[in-house]
């Protein structure tokens, strides 16, 4: 199967997944959000966040461990890809091991003295706090076998996996609802069982499909010493991106109270709902712009990369702006009580996620090449700077919390920016400035399609019918506006097999061949 095909077809899967695991997951937050209340809602997502800014040492390894991995694989060393994927394995233990000493020692000094959590729920948050520190433990041992799927391309197991995931989270909300127990301390409970579960399906997968990743205990120092060298660099950056995000939960905590953290954990929701869009283009085709790399095709990297971000901004775009403008009818749907500033925070996390979508690919391709510093150096200020501008704007009495997302956006509209120019730096094959040309197009075809609604929602009443008039007009302007200014050739290719692999999977053959 040639690399386009696999593209093709790694995509569709993934689409499969994301469709189903969507709207599972939005029904779930709307259960789980009647379930526990507004404020044990808060709770659970501030508690947890907690552990996953402790955490921020798995994500770093996590993305060395899945770089080298793919590397080693583009290089057919079976030998050393067994060697690698031990070597991993160890040091996220190690790992998992210091995560845990530090949530039990200055995590949970922060939870007892520093977050801002009703007295009567203080020993539910105690124990959701453990359980979250046992999920990012099994977590933290499960990314080289995540790291080896994703190395081999086999979506099929996410797509099934997470389906199933979702299916039984969605029960877990159910029954949680019918219990007659503390609930959220029940719920937390129900989904680390629910997480140990998948994860050992996961790794049973592995051990029975890829040889390597039988465990042997494997300290090699010619592996580990240019993985730990990239690590020092993501550990920079995902520090910074941990540190923003959760920093941002805590201050908005600490200034305005669980309430509002409720607003920033919907707003989070939405975002990283429609975040999944673009992510299944990248999943599928970061392990193809690594293995190119390490092959030396430059071109065909260069080539996957352009495609990349423009399917990516193309869906993006597609599902967003409808999103944008009809976002408090759709709140009002989706829950049955709606955090206040929820609307204001969904909104600026959106256009956030428009930049963060673009910048992915750019990003990876910075991984490939595998040169961190500068993206790292730049990353860790502008997230450390992120919270600290928001708690000196609330300190000095401003009382709108959707300036701490604001800083958010300004600050990933800089590091977007800075990327660019780091890659083409790095990597002289990229066309910055073609690039940038079609960056201008898609702002010409925003604009277009934002007039284009505005007229749509300032003249017609709020309701189901102009929604589905907002999701027509919207889909066909950025349709048609980017098969005439931004796709190649080559594109349109890729989007006919990606369609056409859709249909089949879905059991409209005929109608598949019809497209081919």
């Known amino acids: 199967m040639n690399s386009n095909k696999r593209i093709a077809r790694n995509t569709v899967m993934l689409y499969i997944r994301t469709i189903f695991t969507t709207l599972i997951g939005l029904y779930t937050t709307r259960v789980v959000l ?40 583009g290089n057919g060393n079976t030998e050393k890809l067994s060697r690698t994927f031990s070597s991993a394995l160890l040091v996220h233990i190690i790992i998992a091991c210091l995560v845990v000493i530090i949530c039990e020692t200055v995590g949970l000094w922060w939870l007892n003295h520093r977050l801002v959590i009703p007295s009567e729920r203080k020993e539910v948050a105690f124990w959701v706090f453990q359980f979250s ?15 080896t799927i994703i190395a081999h391309e086999a979506m099929s197991i996410y797509t099934y996996l997470d389906i199933i995931s979702s299916c039984i989270k969605l029960g877990v909300a159910f029954l949680v609802k019918y219990i ?5 301390l029940l719920y937390s409970l129900l989904l680390l069982l629910v997480s140990i579960g998948i994860r050992l399906t996961y790794r049973i997968y592995c051990h029975k499909h890829f040889p390597e990743s039988h465990f042997r205990l494997v300290w090699d120092r010619e592996i580990l010493k240019p993985m730990i060298s990239f690590s020092i660099w ?21 200034f305005f109270g669980p309430i509002v953290n409720s607003a920033y954990g919907i707003a989070s929701t939405v975002q990283g709902t429609l975040n999944h869009f673009s992510n299944n283009i990248t999943l599928a085709v970061k392990p193809q712009i ?5 092959a030396n095709n430059y071109d065909r990297m260069h080539s996957l990369m352009i495609h990349s971000i423009h399917l990516i901004m193309f869906l993006v775009l597609l599902f ?33 996620n428009i930049l963060s979508s673009f910048s992915t690919v750019v990003y990876s391709s910075i991984q490939a090449v595998g040169e961190l510093k500068e993206t790292s150096i730049i990353r860790i200020i502008l997230c450390i700077i992120t919270p600290i501008l928001s708690y000196i704007v609330f300190f000095c009495g401003v009382t709108q919390p959707v300036y701490a997302l604001l800083f958010f956006f300004i600050g ?13 730096n790095k990597f002289p094959s990229f066309d910055l400035y073609g690039l940038l040309k079609s960056i201008i197009q898609m702002l010409i075809i925003m604009g277009l399609v934002c007039i284009a609604l505005y007229v749509i929602v300032r003249f017609i009443t709020p309701g189901f019918l102009r929604l589905c008039l907002t999701l ?21 290719e890729i989007i006919v097999k990606i369609i056409s692999s859709l249909l089949s999977k879905l059991g409209f053959s005929a109608l598949s061949k019809r497209i081919c």
């Open 34 to 73: 009647h379930v526990l209340g507004v404020i044990d809602y808060g709770v659970y997502g501030l508690v947890g966040g907690v552990v996953s800014m402790l955490a921020f040492l798995n994500a770093t390894m996590s993305s060395a461990t899945s770089r080298f991995i793919t590397f080693e694989l």
């Open 133 to 147: 520190i046992i999920s990012s433990l099994i977590g933290i041992t499960q990314v080289p076998y995540n790291a």
């Open 180 to 184: 007659i127990y503390d609930k959220l």
């Open 234 to 254: 993501e550990l920079l950056g995902h520090f910074g991106f941990s540190f923003r995000y959760h920093g941002n939960n805590i201050v908005l905590n600490m």
């Open 290 to 294: 690594v293995k190119n790399y390490s």
């Open 320 to 352: 967003t702006f409808p999103v944008l403008f009809e976002l408090p009818l759709i709140l009002s749907y989706w829950l049955e009580e709606v955090p206040d500033h929820t609307v204001a925070f969904c909104r600026v996390m959106l256009f956030s």
């Open 412 to 424: 990933q509209l800089i590091q977007g920016i800075a990327d660019l120019f780091i890659l083409h």
């Open 472 to 492: 027509v007009i919207s889909s066909s302007l950025f349709s048609l506006l980017f098969l005439i200014l931004i796709f190649d050739e080559r594109e349109k």
